[in-house]
């Protein structure tokens, strides 16, 4: 059974820093490339971040670049999105996802979601 579990959210003032983790079981990630996407309340899933993979492909949205960085551990079978300089629009629940192969900045081309961690961020 393929699950992926999201943690590391929680409650950040403006301008703090979290560290999100998403361990895979029943799917080698050695053989996936990943994203984080996050959902804010009443607005549509976007893309976060992803990597390929090598780690050798990474992809950030734009309002990410220079905040968020996104690596990846295949031995340990973990991705983790690391979050600075965070601010109340960054507001969200965070999903990390699966492909095979390769990566993509669009949700509907990941095969394997996980149940998403809560970021809140107060001003």
């Known amino acids: 059974q393929v699950q992926l579990v999201e943690s590391g959210g929680g409650l950040v003032q403006a301008g703090g820093s979290l560290r999100l983790s998403c361990a895979a079981s029943?799917?080698?990630?050695?053989?996936?490339?990943m994203g984080w996407f996050r959902q804010a309340p009443g607005k549509e899933r976007e893309f976060v971040a992803a990597i390929s993979v090598s780690g050798g492909t990474i992809y950030y949205a734009d309002s990410m670049k220079g905040r968020f960085t996104i690596s990846r551990d295949n031995a340990k079978n973990m991705v983790y999105l690391q979050m600075n300089s965070l601010n109340p629009e960054d507001t969200a629940v965070y999903y990390c996802?699966?492909?095979?192969?390769?990566?993509?900045?669009?949700?509907?081309?990941?095969?394997?979601w996980g149940q998403g961690t809560q970021v809140t961020v107060s001003s």
């Open positions: 996802a699966a492909r095979p192969l390769s990566i993509a900045t669009s949700s509907p081309y990941y095969n394997y």
């Open positions: 029943g799917l080698p990630l050695r053989g996936y490339g």
